[in-house]
């Protein structure tokens, strides 16, 4: 019964210290989820800077877990190089291991002040100051939890079980190391096993180079969550998060051998015993930082040789990171890049059916169905993800959230129009050898060309919020309008003069006049929001006061 007692008591205590650990990463997100992003991002551009940049980002989210997720899907976004990205992990591995440094000084005596001011904080209205009390609570649990993890180890400093286990770890390194992996591993923190290594030396149980042999393990289990996460990512993600798991890999087999040599020197400085674990683990990551460091482009190039590129193919989204739903203003940076790329989409699917009509040529139509599909998929990706942002976000954010979908759904919507109306029309057109009369076909093709150029000045607006080029815009749409009068005017007085061509491409003619029509109106819907907001926009078209409303 006592036995059971003792390991409820070191279970709950390490559960604690994840649950403090998950607090003040969500909390930090919470409260600099922005900084640290940019700050992560712009701060790659030198191999000193991005040591920098992992250090202090891991020590801000006491993950290095979160830090390689985040700097994997830079990579991936081709926003940092890869072999910065893998200094930005040394430099993350450094911050975890000066984390279990202060962690285990033992001033576990400030955790209940630590959780009064995070909870007076937490208490506050604004985002950033809950935040920033959830983080402090978290490390007042951290601290607490080290407290109790000493009251649970204290009976087992007798125990024959423990005795004869570690005993057996002592005499076999190599399986010591494997085990400390995997519970790394399993719990996604090489901190928190570090601190229970911690825990348990200050029993005076463990040998000096078991210490060493378990917190090797401890470093290479905390390499294995993030590659497990980008298992199924982008190639160039996995590159950076198993070349970081190789690196510590390598570094933990070179060092395996001489962990009692290790040890013992440890031992002989002027520290505490009780502290050799994480002075092992600060002398392990600096030693593997210095190492490495100058190796970084080597590896990043053997990675890209070792992980093929991915296939070309169906995608899904590139920028709907998870991990940003945190923080609104990222999630929808995020968001809005996502949905360029759909009107990007959207535009090679109009060049294609431009150079099929122009062409008289049904070959570049076989990209539309399947770009079509991909429109689909992603702006319901977009919707998604949008709606897992919650509703406390501010009026700004709430705002911009609603244009982002409309967007989408509009882009959305063109693709059906190019997919079910232009694609049939021009297939038509060709497939049955029909012509147009050149003043039609002239017509068509520049109104082809204008509506190609509103798209792209309707992508500059989405980004840009430009409240003049959205009017300008607005104005295009009435231009639009008239040109589709003018054209269908012409055609019927070539009708009435009895030109042949105009005669069986009449209902054509129309329809893609029509259709055009449509998508330009579609396009233009990105400027709505924009000029109701600047109060420029008007509920109805008809005249008022005798004045003529656009």
């Given at each position: 019964m006592e036995s059971l007692t003792v390991m409820i008591n070191l279970f709950g205590a390490v559960a604690l210290l994840l649950f403090g650990l998950a607090q003040v990463r969500d909390g930090a997100t919470r409260a600099l989820g922005v900084r640290l992003r940019s700050g992560l991002a712009s701060g790659t551009r030198g191999a000193l800077r991005s040591f920098v940049s992992g250090f202090v980002a891991t020590i801000a989210l006491q993950s290095s877990t979160a830090t390689a997720l985040m700097i994997a899907s830079f990579v991936e976004r081709d926003l940092v190089a890869p072999a910065m990205a893998q200094i930005v992990l040394l430099g993350a591995n450094v911050g975890t291991a000066v984390t279990a440094w202060i962690v285990s000084t033992g001033i576990e005596w400030i955790s209940p002040l630590?959780?009064?001011?995070g909870i007076v904080f937490h208490r506050r209205a604004s985002g950033v100051a809950k935040g920033i009390g959830a983080a402090t609570i978290g490390v007042g649990?951290?601290?607490?939890?080290?407290?109790?993890l000493g009251l649970a180890t204290e009976p087992m400093r007798d125990s024959p079980a423990l005795g004869a286990f570690i005993r057996l770890l002592d005499n076999a390194w190599v399986v010591a190391l494997l085990f400390s992996a995997a519970l790394a591993a399993l719990s996604s923190s090489s901190l928190a096993v570090v601190i229970l290594i911690v825990s348990l030396a200050t029993t005076g149980a463990l040998s000096p180079?078991?210490?060493?042999?378990?917190?090797?393990?401890?470093?290479l289990g905390g390499a294995l969550p993030p590659v497990l996460s980008t298992l199924s990512g982008a190639a160039t993600a996995r590159r950076v998060t198993i070349g970081n798991l190789i690196v510590r890999g390598i570094g933990c087999v070179a060092v395996l051998p001489f962990a009692g040599s290790l040890g013992t020197l440890l031992m002989a400085l002027p520290f505490s015993p009780a502290t050799m674990p994480v002075d092992a683990h600060l002398a392990f990551n600096i030693l593997l930082a210095l190492l490495a460091w100058p190796l970084t482009p080597f590896l990043s190039r053997l990675m890209s040789r070792v992980i093929a590129n991915d296939p070309v193919g169906e995608e899904g989204p590139r920028f709907l990171d998870a991990q940003a739903l945190d923080t609104p203003v990222v999630a929808l940076a995020n968001a809005t890049r996502e949905v360029l790329g759909i009107g990007d989409l959207i535009e090679k699917m109009l060049i294609q059916c431009q150079k099929a009509f122009s062409g008289n040529d049904l070959a570049p139509l076989k990209e539309i169905a399947p770009l079509e599909k991909r429109v689909d998929r992603l702006q319901q990706e977009v919707k998604i993800y949008l709606s897992r942002l919650g509703r406390d976000m501010g009026t700004i954010n709430d705002r911009r959230s609603?244009?982002?979908?409309?967007?989408?759904?509009?882009?959305e919507h063109i693709g059906d129009v190019i997919e079910k109306g232009l694609v049939e029309q021009i297939n038509k057109k060709v497939s049955k050898g029909l012509a147009f009369s050149e003043d039609g076909?002239?017509?068509?093709?520049?109104l082809f060309e204008l509506t190609i150029d509103n798209l792209r000045v309707g992508q500059t607006i989405f980004v840009t919020g430009d409240a003049a080029?959205?009017?300008?815009?607005?104005?295009v749409k009435v231009n639009v309008r008239r040109l589709e009068k003018q054209s269908s005017g012409r055609h019927f007085e070539r009708l009435r003069d009895g030109r042949a061509e105009s005669l069986l491409t009449s209902s054509l003619h129309l329809d893609m006049l029509r259709d055009l029509k449509r998508i330009n109106a579609h396009i233009v819907s990105v400027a709505h929001p924009i000029l109701d907001?600047?109060?420029?926009l008007i509920e109805s078209r008809l005249r008022s006061g005798g004045q003529s409303e656009v």
């Open positions: 630590l959780i009064l001011v649990l951290m601290l607490l939890s080290l407290h109790l180079g078991l210490t060493v042999a378990l917190v090797l393990g401890a470093n609603i244009a982002i979908i409309e967007y989408a759904i509009n882009l076909f002239q017509e068509l093709r520049s080029l959205a009017r300008q815009l607005m104005e907001e600047g109060g420029l």
